[in-house]
């Protein structure tokens, strides 16, 4: 056991590199895989251990392919109608309510939502939304392309917070909400 501690003691940075390169190559583009032999020279060049690099090698293709994965998972639509929940991430800007909302399989969406009219503005800023579901219904759209290079990109943005895409709330429909005391009045303003 000890020898196995001593062995990889001052190795971990490598193994940490080559997930790295693996997130980043997994996110933004495959080539940037080859990074990863690059890693592995380096490895070679400071005279690690054959075991070393096989298993930074394998530690980096496994890292890729589950970040892969992931990565797919985001761009998959999100069926519609659906029972959504209100995470804290929401604010009110006008007539638009917009944030974040999870699904019944945890995965999260970011949602904007159009309200009717000043009566209904009032009762959701009356209310604290986070924990409350909903049946939505809407459409997915895709996120807009920044104007110039160095503009937001909402698909960048949602990448970062984990979020499978944009949905335009057409009909919310209140179902239920964690805390009890809230239901009442959420049930009777939603209905």
Request: aromatic share 14%; proline share 3%.
């Amino acid at each position: 056991m000890l020898y196995l501690v001593n062995l990889f003691r001052h190795n971990w940075i490598f193994y940490a590199l080559s997930i790295c390169i693996s997130a980043l190559a997994a996110f933004e583009s495959g080539r940037l895989l080859f990074l990863l032999a690059f890693l592995l020279l380096f490895s070679h060049y400071k005279r690690l251990l054959n075991i070393h690099l096989l298993l930074i090698l394998i530690v980096g293709i496994g890292s890729y392919s589950y970040f892969s994965y992931e990565a797919n998972k985001l761009s998959l639509p999100v069926e519609l109608p659906a029972l959504l929940t209100w995470t804290d991430e929401y604010n009110i800007n006008g007539v638009m309510l917009r944030g974040f909302m999870i699904n019944e399989s945890g995965e999260k969406v970011y949602v904007t939502y159009e309200l009717r009219n000043e009566k209904e503005k009032q009762r959701f800023e009356a209310q604290q939304l986070a924990g409350t579901s909903f049946i939505v219904t809407g459409k997915q759209v895709s996120p807009s392309i920044p104007a110039h290079r160095y503009g937001f990109s909402m698909a960048r943005y949602l990448q970062s917070r984990s979020a499978r895409g944009i949905i335009e709330i057409q009909q919310l429909q209140y179902s239920h909400q964690k805390n009890p005391s809230c239901s009442l009045f959420l049930n009777s303003a939603f209905s």
